[in-house]
């Protein structure tokens, strides 16, 4: 889907071209066709299981890109070197492993890994000798690889154990380090995962289960649960607490509103588009297209208006240019602390 391509195409290294593998029926309109590809996309054929096309399709993107690289290499050599045809290169692949905190979330947390590159001469001879055997052993090696980047479970239960065991000991997700959150997710996820015969353990295991699901379900955290643990819960004490939090917000408010007063067609239309669609990614692609057209549109007319206050001079292109950054960054600042203290509030 659109969100993992996005995040592979600007993390990858090198900043090298991918192709990218897509359902043949999106090459069939005739305005997104040309867009797929430019961009190195290859058709894909779900209604047959005749994959010959889509191999030679992806052997013929492979070729053209050695290609490519063949001739950026040679260039600066010794003549005698350019008159070679090309150069042969050992096939690599390299595992990717892409985490998300919460996809269809905005300003979520999303972590990706590259591992160490699996070449393919160990396998050569072997394809030889018994070649369905050898892209067995190779299709294992890889899943291997990519379940040591990425958070895996054996069922919902014990991920939803792990995960509120961590939000028990770390309090937020932002408390963890970026390059520790998927080691500390799998190492709780494997405790859970091989103590199945432990009693205690598996009853905690159920509890831990049990809490998120309501909590999802309430849509609450634990930090709001934790506010009434040592007070406990009242109806004087609730109205008090929605009392000053709500004071806090609305004394903030009017530094905040001209950017939520601007921003707010973005958040409108990304609450309306969830409600058509049931996979969370498609959820966060929807609002990924649906903000950044309009953040285009928007913004643009906003710098026109500043730079047209200003006279359409050069000076004015400057300011015009800062004060769309400006308006923009104060946006992102003020968004996650308003958004946090009407949570809390409501």
Not at 33 to 60: C, H, I, Y
Not at 88 to 115: A, D, E, H, N
Not at 128 to 149: C, F, H, P, Q, Y
Request: aromatic share 12%; hydrophobic share 45%.
């Amino acid at each position: 889907m659109i969100v993992d391509v996005a995040i592979l195409a600007t993390t990858f290294p090198h900043k090298r071209k991918l192709h990218f593998w897509a359902k043949n029926s999106l090459f069939a309109n005739k305005y997104t066709r040309p867009v797929l590809v430019s961009g190195g996309v290859v058709p894909v054929d779900r209604t047959t299981k005749n994959n010959q096309l889509l191999f030679d399709a992806t052997f013929e993107a492979a070729l053209e890109y050695s290609a490519r690289l063949s001739k950026q290499e040679l260039i600066g050599e010794e003549e005698d070197a350019r008159k070679k045809k090309g150069i042969s290169r050992p096939v690599i692949v390299l595992p990717c492993g892409i985490t998300y905190v919460q996809k269809s979330k905005y300003r979520s947390t999303v972590m990706i890994v590259y591992g160490p590159p699996i070449r393919m001469e160990p396998y050569d001879k072997d394809f030889e000798k018994d070649n369905r055997a050898t892209v067995k052993r190779l299709t294992k090696d890889i899943e291997s690889a990519m379940e040591k980047l990425t958070v895996n479970a054996p069922d919902w239960k014990t991920y939803n154990a792990a995960t509120m065991t961590r939000l028990l000991l770390f309090s937020d997700d932002k408390n963890i380090s970026l390059d520790d959150f998927v080691q500390v997710t799998q190492s709780l996820i494997n405790f859970y995962a091989n103590s199945n015969s432990e009693e205690k353990i598996a009853t905690s295991k159920t509890l831990l289960d049990k809490y998120k699901t309501s909590l999802d379900m309430l849509q609450l955290s634990d930090a709001d649960v934790a506010r009434y643990d040592k007070h406990g819960i009242s109806k004087l004490r609730a109205l008090c607490t929605f009392l000053y939090e709500s004071l806090k917000f609305f004394i903030q408010l009017p530094f905040f509103l001209p950017a939520l007063f601007f921003h707010w067609p973005i958040y409108v239309l990304g609450k309306v588009s969830v409600k058509f669609e049931k996979y969370e990614e498609s959820m966060a692609q929807n609002k990924i297209m649906l903000g950044l057209v309009w953040l285009m549109i928007s913004y643009t007319i906003l710098f026109f208006m500043v730079w047209t206050m200003l006279f359409y001079t050069p000076l004015g292109l400057v300011l015009a240019a800062g004060a769309v950054f400006i308006f923009a960054w104060y946006h992102v600042a003020l968004v996650d602390r308003q958004v946090k203290k009407l949570a809390s509030a409501l």
